[in-house]
């Protein structure tokens, strides 16, 4: 086994503190990744504390990881020691049912492995540990290859808030011609901005913060609506052909709905604590042929393709980098919006 380090949570609800303990040895199929920076994502925080379902503990978050590539295995193939390598959300699946031979692991049939807070069925039966830790161990179809044009701390957030806004947007086709309104502006509206400008959208930002105007328009955005406004609302009801509703708190989705056009699709990214609630049923969907959809993170071929598709545009995530000790800080602003837009841990302080 491979001596390791990391913050864990001990139990539900509790610090992050130093935790020592064992990555498994690289197999024949594996990369070993020294993890340079791991994004902060509000889903390490929802899963410290049992606020999706009951956790695995000791938990060691985080899947927004990028770092070097220090052993490979004796069948890795697209994969050497020294290059830079990234590990998302997942891990494993079952690699066999119909959509993991699609290149759609995230909807396996028979269940996808998280990279933290799950038992890896399909391998050893181990919990998996996340990336606030200095090393990692991953299958190399799990393992995603970084460009070394990006600027490396920006490019961890794209393994999660990246391709959770790029992977709908390419789903959907949101391209030239269409009117995207992105809904929130942080850690996921920011790329959900950036792709679509990228894409050739029409993109707007609907906010309940007017202070986030200028950002947006630095973001590349091409108008931007202050939805307590009832004069800007007016403007724009009935104008949008998506909407991409990044918002993980609770929010009026008949408002949004009233802002698509006849065959509008509102696709929803964000998790509200108390799911989706439609109220005024025949009025936002039937007489609008409107469609609410969900998408989930993208399977490997197309993270992928995203990672790809920032090196070309040269896209990465607006960070904020932080030291590990710092963590706690970190999740304090998180959960407040105060961050512009993601934080990165530097893992060389946890050394």
Same mark, same amino acid.
């Given at each position: 086994?491979?001596?390791?380090?990391?913050?864990?949570?001990?139990?539900?609800?509790?610090?992050?503190?130093?935790?020592?303990?064992?990555?498994?040895?690289?197999?024949?199929?594996?990369?070993?990744?020294?993890?340079?920076?791991?994004?902060?994502?509000?889903?390490?925080?929802?899963?410290?504390?049992?606020?999706?379902?009951?956790?695995?503990?000791?938990?060691?978050?985080?899947?927004?990881?990028?770092?070097?590539?220090?052993?490979?295995?004796?069948? $890795?193939? @697209? !994969?050497? *020691?020294?290059?830079?390598?990234?590990?998302?959300?997942? %891990?494993? &699946?079952?690699?066999?049912?119909?959509?993991?031979?699609?290149?759609?692991?995230?909807?396996?049939?028979?269940?996808?492995?998280?990279?933290?807070?799950?038992?890896?069925?399909?391998?050893?039966?181990?919990?998996?540990?996340?990336?606030?830790?200095?090393?990692?161990?991953?299958?190399?179809?799990?393992?995603?290859?970084?460009?070394?044009?990006?600027?490396?701390?920006?490019?961890?957030?794209?393994?999660?808030?990246?391709?959770?806004?790029?992977?709908?947007?390419?789903?959907?086709?949101?391209?030239?011609?269409?009117?995207?309104?992105?809904?929130?502006?942080?850690?996921?509206?920011?790329?959900?901005?950036?792709?679509?400008?990228?894409?050739?959208?029409?993109?707007?930002?609907?906010?309940?913060?007017?202070?986030?105007?200028?950002?947006?328009?630095?973001?590349? $955005?091409? @108008? !931007?609506? *202050?939805?307590?406004?009832?004069?800007?609302?007016?403007? %724009?009801? &009935?104008?949008?052909?998506?909407?991409?509703?990044?918002?993980?708190?609770?929010?009026?989705?008949?408002?949004?709905?009233?802002?698509?056009?006849?065959?509008?699709?509102?696709?929803?990214?964000?998790?509200?604590?108390?799911?989706?609630?439609?109220?005024?049923?025949?009025?936002?969907?039937?007489?609008?042929?409107?469609?609410?959809?969900?998408?989930?993170?993208?399977?490997?071929?197309?993270?992928?393709?995203?990672?790809?598709?920032?090196?070309?545009?040269?896209?990465?995530?607006?960070?904020?980098?932080?030291?590990?000790?710092?963590?706690?800080?970190?999740?304090?602003?998180?959960?407040?919006?105060?961050?512009?837009?993601?934080?990165?841990?530097?893992?060389?302080?946890?050394?």
């Amino acid at each position: 086994m491979i001596t390791a380090k990391g913050y864990a949570a001990r139990k539900a609800n509790s610090k992050l503190e130093l935790w020592n303990f064992e990555r498994r040895e690289v197999g024949n199929h594996d990369v070993q990744i020294e993890i340079l920076y791991c994004g902060v994502c509000h889903s390490d925080l929802a899963q410290i504390n049992n606020e999706w379902f009951e956790g695995i503990f000791p938990m060691i978050p985080g899947h927004e990881i990028v770092g070097r590539v220090v052993k490979v295995g004796d069948h $890795v193939k @697209n !994969f050497k *020691v020294g290059d830079l390598a990234g590990v998302g959300t997942l %891990v494993n &699946s079952c690699g066999h049912c119909e959509h993991c031979e699609d290149g759609l692991e995230v909807y396996c049939k028979e269940g996808v492995i998280a990279t933290y807070n799950n038992v890896d069925k399909y391998r050893d039966n181990l919990p998996t540990y996340g990336g606030y830790s200095n090393t990692i161990v991953t299958d190399e179809k799990f393992t995603l290859r970084i460009s070394e044009t990006l600027h490396l701390a920006a490019t961890a957030p794209l393994l999660c808030a990246g391709i959770t806004t790029y992977s709908p947007l390419k789903h959907w086709k949101v391209g030239k011609g269409h009117k995207l309104a992105v809904l929130g502006l942080g850690g996921l509206g920011h790329m959900a901005v950036k792709f679509g400008v990228a894409l050739g959208a029409e993109v707007t930002v609907l906010s309940t913060s007017p202070k986030k105007e200028a950002d947006a328009k630095k973001l590349g $955005v091409h @108008n !931007f609506v *202050v939805t307590s406004d009832p004069v800007q609302i007016e403007q %724009v009801k &009935s104008s949008f052909d998506f909407i991409i509703d990044t918002v993980s708190a609770e929010h009026d989705f008949d408002f949004y709905l009233s802002l698509l056009k006849v065959d509008g699709v509102h696709i929803c990214v964000g998790i509200p604590p108390i799911g989706l609630t439609i109220k005024s049923v025949g009025g936002s969907l039937q007489m609008g042929r409107r469609s609410v959809v969900g998408s989930a993170v993208g399977g490997l071929p197309e993270t992928q393709e995203m990672l790809n598709f920032c090196a070309e545009h040269n896209i990465t995530a607006e960070i904020e980098l932080i030291d590990i000790k710092d963590i706690h800080a970190a999740f304090d602003r998180m959960e407040k919006g105060d961050v512009r837009y993601r934080f990165v841990i530097d893992m060389e302080t946890l050394k």
